[in-house]
């Protein structure tokens, strides 16, 4: 998010609700920093946003590096507190850097305001946000572990070079912005490891729309399940096949709806085949607004091994659904298991000690059910 303004806008700010906020002579105008390639809650997130801000007299913009524009930088790229260059060679790292090179290249090209605050949701953008408007205050916010959610995926090697030059972003991000966020405290105890003062991350949890999120009064005769994610390994959908399977096994009758697609979705299919719920579960591919349909459904439940926050599970919980999920990351945050919570007022408490690092960190652990006391 690049929180501009014309000049002068930035002097003497008042709070919404003011003449100037009214139509007065202060115009604020804010734009959004962001990969686009970054799915999930991320990219739902940044428009209710931006529509946020335009309700406080905010005019917004969003800006993010176009997926055509690939190979197009060539500017040098120094960290300044490791050599990134020990790394290079290695797919993951290559991609991280080209990104960062036609980032500075796709900005000079397309910027040319001055801003008073950068809010940048992806580290390649921060980091270059920071290098090209040095004297303005860059904020972080860092969604998720891309290199747990790789390692997850058999993608790469924990301690391997891939490892190593993703974990060092971290400390390099808190060098150079001037404040660093999170999701979820569990995700703050996980970042404690790569930077030098964690108390001095912020956490602040997504946002969501409770317009886009409803209940809707329904009777299913037989429960519903549903399941919103990328297949990919991280998400730990063949535990809940194999889960589903003793369901099916102790008499209970389901039907299981897995919205979303991914390079595991063959995997799972045959797994449902052998384990005899082919027929119980529904394989739907990406689907553009899963949440038109969620409020129809009656248990949301998603097995992930790693989870920063857990967007979607919010998300099911304003539409009145039972969630279940694995007590790992900010998962943990959002169900205290056979209690009732809405999302609407939070779940547990920010502060309370979750055993975040080792939740965060550990792949296979148990579920936990709420609201409803489903599970």
């Known amino acids: ?42 990219s739902s997130m940044v428009p209710f946003m931006i529509d946020r801000f335009n309700k406080r007299g905010w005019e917004m913009e969003l800006f993010s590096l ?16 490791f050599d990134w260059e020990k790394y290079a060679g290695n797919q993951v790292v290559d991609k991280y850097i080209q990104t960062y ?16 605050v950068i809010h940048a949701h992806h580290p390649i953008a921060g980091l270059v946000m920071k290098s090209l408007f040095p004297d303005t205050p860059v904020i972080m916010t860092v969604h998720s572990s891309y290199e747990r959610e790789l390692m997850l995926n058999r993608k790469i090697k924990e301690g391997g070079p891939e490892h190593v030059f993703l974990t060092s972003l971290y400390r390099e991000l808190e060098d150079r912005v001037d404040q660093l966020i999170t999701v979820s405290n569990s995700f703050k105890s996980y970042l404690a490891d790569f930077v ?65 697609d991914g390079p595991i979705r063959k995997e799972l299919e045959e797994l449902a085949v052998k384990l005899g719920i082919y027929e119980e579960t529904i394989f739907y591919g990406y689907i553009l607004h899963p949440e038109d349909f969620m409020p129809f459904f009656d248990v949301f439940v998603l097995p992930s091994r790693a989870e920063a926050f857990g967007s979607v599970f919010a998300e099911a919980s304003l539409c009145g659904l039972a969630v279940v999920g694995t007590q790992v990351g900010g998962i943990a945050e959002q169900i205290e298991h056979g209690k009732q919570r809405s999302a609407r007022t939070g779940g547990r408490r920010a502060g309370a000690d979750l055993g975040a690092r080792e939740d965060y960190q550990r792949s296979d652990v148990p579920l936990s059910a709420g609201p409803g006391g489903a599970g």
Not at 106 to 111: L, S
Not at 220 to 249: F, H, T
């Open 1 to 42: 998010m690049l929180v501009t303004s014309p000049a002068g806008a930035g002097k003497n700010r008042k709070t919404q609700g003011t003449d100037d906020d009214q139509g007065g002579s202060h115009a604020h105008t804010a734009s959004f920093v962001f990969s686009p390639e970054q799915p999930g809650g991320v």
């Open 66 to 81: 176009p997926k055509r524009i690939r190979g197009k930088g060539t500017e040098e790229v120094r960290f300044s507190t």
């Open 101 to 116: 090179k036609d980032y500075v290249w796709w900005t000079r090209m397309r910027i040319s305001k001055t801003y008073d």
């Open 196 to 260: 030098q003062e964690p108390e001095r991350i912020g956490v602040i949890p997504n946002g969501f729309d409770e317009k886009r999120f409803r209940p809707v009064h329904h009777e299913n005769k037989v429960p519903q399940l549903i399941s919103v994610c990328r297949l990919v390994p991280a998400k730990g959908l063949d535990v809940l096949l194999k889960a589903c399977a003793e369901l099916k096994r102790r008499g209970h009758p389901f039907v299981l709806h897995l919205i979303g």
